[in-house]
Structure formats: structure tokens, C-alpha cells
């Protein structure tokens, strides 16, 4: 049994069953059990431990470098809410993770502690962390795009200089229709700069504050993942201050399962049985050029990570 698979001892507190037949009573008790996670007051000023995971090891002697996984995240958090396919690739299969911060927000004087809170939140999940400007990048908006603005143009080289010289397997990037206009200028951005780099590798669309009507990949994370993930967003404490969503993360990753189980099996077919699950949508570029969606597919934690079969290798 893989040890992120879910623990088969229920969470307590939260009935796996209430009968059909339940007493309006008995269903008012059930979704107190919900209401009170959600009410709890925000904790401010934990500092986060280091993450008790431990990556696959690269066999000894390989002479290759682990393959390398960027995650160009529009703000910091965005690595935490969409992290589940890159932690369960590092854990499970040894692969590098870096999270790209894109940009680390529009409001200038909390900058410098986002940067902090975003460090601790990648400390939490193993990843990687880097900034590609002294102070993230400005305008990432589709109308910067349109534009072809000078400051849009060099931000588009210095991306198209990152994928040349780290030659990624896997970039996570916002799907074209991610709901606000940061998370759409990334996506504009990167696919510009794959253009430019004309590398081959695998784009993983993400989807946070819009869905998108095709994913192509569900990847299920068991409790201590999924608590995990929740642990890191926790770190980043001026945004949850403002708006407790790390305690609502479980719920919408729940709802990716509903949603992504049938969008992938097909009308009518059954889910896969599992609780907490992220959504993509994996397509395959050569040369920077699209070629294609990856096969359907949904990963259960019960086992490692394949990532030739994942990836189409």
C-alpha cells in the first residue's frame, strides 16, 4: 500500500454514511461537523515545520538528473492549490519541483511577506522556489499581450530563456480561460515563451477560478496528502486572513472528483472511488508547438506515479 494512499480509519467526527432515512436531525448534526471546520478562527503566526516527505531517490549511478517540473504559479498560493500532480511526481518518483512565482501580487507593500509566506508554503511541500525579477513580474494581463508591450516582451524572453536552459518534462500552467486576468496572462506568457524556446515537453492546463470543459487528468491525493497541501496554503497567512479558502480546499478537490470522474469516463459512467482529486489537462508540445491532448486518464494514490504512462513516455 502506498503510503499517501487514504487511511481506511474514517476522519473523526465526519460519518462516511447517514442513512437515506436520516432525521432532519441527523442531517443537521452531519453538516455541523462541516460548518464547524469552516467557522474555526484563522490561526496567524505558525511557523510552518519542514515537510516530513521524503522524495523517491534517483538509483545510484544513474548519471542522469531527476526529470524537472516547473509550476509558473500566477501568485503565490496558486502552488499549493494545484500542486497535487508535482508533490505526488516528487514524492512518488524523484522528480525536481520548482515553483515559478510569476508574480507576487499587485499590492507592492505586501510583497516582501508574500515572498516570505510563499517560502515557507514550498519548504511544506519540498518544492523548489524562484523569482525571474527583483520583484516578481508587472502586467502579466491579456491586454499587456495584445499590446505586445516592451515590459510583455522581455518578460516573455526571460521565460523563454528559463524553459531553454531547464529543458522541463512538465510546466503547470492556468488553462486559457482561468476566470481573472493574471491567471490568463500566464497562460498567454508561457505559450508565447514555448513558442520562442521551441522545446518539447508536457503542458499541464490548471484550473482554479474558472473550470475548463475538457480535462484530460485526475489525480487523486489521500488524507496526509491532501492535509498537506491545506498546510501549505496555510502559510500564506496575510491572504487567508482576509479569506479562510485553505479551509475550503478539501471541498473544492472533493468536487473535482464529482465533476472530473464522468467529464473523463464518459455520461453516466461511474467515478473513481476517491475522495480528494485535482484536475488537468495534459497536452503534449514538440518543438513549441502544440501536438496534441494526452489520453484520459485518473490516478489513484494507492500506488506510485507512473510517469512514462502519465506523460505519454
Request: glycine letters at 8%; a negative charge; one cysteine or more.
Amino acid at each position: 500500500m502506498n503510503a499517501n494512499a487514504p487511511s481506511p480509519v474514517p476522519t473523526p467526527g465526519f460519518p462516511t454514511t447517514v442513512s437515506p432515512a436520516a432525521s432532519q436531525a441527523e442531517w443537521e448534526s452531519w453538516m455541523a461537523s462541516w460548518y464547524a471546520v469552516l467557522r474555526q478562527p484563522v490561526r496567524t503566526g505558525v511557523s510552518p515545520l519542514a515537510s516530513e516527505s521524503t522524495p523517491a531517490s534517483v538509483p545510484a549511478g544513474s548519471g542522469t538528473k531527476p526529470p524537472h517540473v516547473l509550476v509558473f504559479a500566477p501568485h503565490p498560493d496558486d502552488e499549493c492549490i494545484v500542486g497535487a500532480l508535482p508533490l505526488r511526481l516528487r514524492q512518488e518518483a524523484g522528480w525536481r519541483v520548482t515553483n515559478i512565482a510569476v508574480t507576487l501580487g499587485s499590492r507592492q507593500d505586501r510583497r516582501a511577506e508574500r515572498w516570505k509566506e510563499l517560502g515557507a508554503a514550498c519548504d511544506v511541500l519540498g518544492f523548489d522556489l524562484r523569482l525571474l525579477a527583483a520583484d516578481g513580474f508587472e502586467q502579466v494581463k491579456p491586454e499587456a499581450a495584445d499590446a505586445r508591450t516592451p515590459l510583455w516582451q522581455q518578460q516573455v524572453r526571460l521565460v523563454a530563456e528559463l524553459l531553454v536552459a531547464e529543458k522541463p518534462a512538465l510546466i503547470l500552467v492556468p488553462h486559457a480561460g482561468d476566470g481573472i486576468p493574471t491567471h490568463i496572462g500566464v497562460h498567454l506568457l508561457v505559450s508565447e515563451a514555448l513558442a520562442q524556446a521551441k522545446i518539447s515537453t508536457v503542458f499541464a492546463h490548471t484550473e482554479f477560478w474558472a473550470t475548463q470543459p475538457s480535462p484530460t487528468t485526475l489525480v487523486e491525493t489521500g488524507q496526509r496528502d491532501t492535509a498537506l497541501l491545506v498546510r501549505a496554503l496555510a502559510c500564506h497567512h496575510g491572504e487567508i486572513a482576509r479569506n479562510p479558502y485553505h479551509l475550503r480546499l478539501p471541498a473544492w478537490m472533493a468536487d473535482n472528483v464529482r465533476r472530473g470522474g464522468e467529464l473523463l469516463a464518459g455520461p453516466g459512467e461511474a467515478p473513481p472511488d476517491f475522495a480528494f482529486g485535482t484536475l488537468y489537462r495534459l497536452t503534449r508540445w514538440v518543438d513549441g508547438v502544440p501536438a496534441g491532448e494526452l489520453p484520459n486518464t485518473h490516478w489513484c494514490c494507492d500506488a506510485a506515479l507512473d510517469p512514462d504512462a502519465l506523460l505519454g513516455g
